[in-house]
């Protein structure tokens, strides 16, 4: 039970977050909000990862954010398809990465030398994932504005600008987790406040 709370309360949090900075960056207009809210992804399934001592808890945690996320389509069923599902697969893709790149890191045989590239490589398929569900999405369900947008070399460099980037986070998120690999002591707060952590997820990613 307790390895459940703290999976609700890191993908609660994750989901927090995403909806509260994620308003107030759109708000703004700032153009680079991936590459901010990234670290906060990275930062709840790597505290959750080091409080459990599993690596799989990643992967729950990314779900429990995606799912967070998803219930928005049964709240708002007005709002386009893509304005709810791309966020959740966005988010869930990272969960998945950086569960694949934490799983290869803790190998005893792995190779510093190949953590760099692998970090940058997989950071950068999931992105051409992402843009590959984008496309369906817009082809088959709902129409999706911003795959019409003018992309060529400039949207590659650009995918390639991130890649190094996040790559980079994932990389360093990953050493903290293999360099200090004890349990944290958090067990009591996040016990209790999974559940309302959850509700306040799901309250403000519906209302903003």
């Known amino acids: 039970m307790n390895k459940l709370k703290t999976i609700i309360f890191w993908g609660a949090l994750w989901g927090i977050l995403e909806a509260s900075l994620g308003w107030v960056l759109h708000l703004i207009h700032f153009k680079g909000e991936v590459l901010l809210l990234y670290p906060f992804g990275l930062l709840c ?3 959750a990862a080091r409080q459990t001592g599993e690596t799989a808890t990643i992967v729950k945690v990314a779900f429990v954010a995606a799912t967070v996320k998803l219930i928005n389509l ?34 005893k045989s792995s190779r510093w030398m190949l953590k760099i590239p692998l970090a940058i490589g997989m950071v950068f398929v999931s ?19 911003g795959i019409h947008k003018s992309g060529g070399t400039g949207l590659l460099s650009l995918w390639i600008g991130r890649s190094v980037i996040q790559g980079a986070m994932l990389l360093g998120a990953a050493q903290f987790v293999e360099s200090t690999g004890q349990p944290i002591h958090l067990a009591r707060w996040t016990a209790r406040l999974a559940v309302p952590f959850l509700a306040l997820s799901i309250v403000l990613n519906s209302i903003l």
């Open 127 to 145: 992105i051409l994932l992402f843009r590959g569900w984008q496309i369906f999405m817009d082809a088959y369900v709902s129409v999706n504005p």
């Open 74 to 107: 049964v709240m708002h069923p007005a709002v386009p398809v893509f304005h709810v599902t791309n966020p959740a697969l966005a988010i869930f893709i990272e969960g998945l990465v950086t569960w694949g790149f934490c799983m290869y890191a803790q190998r």
């Open 45 to 47: 399934m790597m505290m």
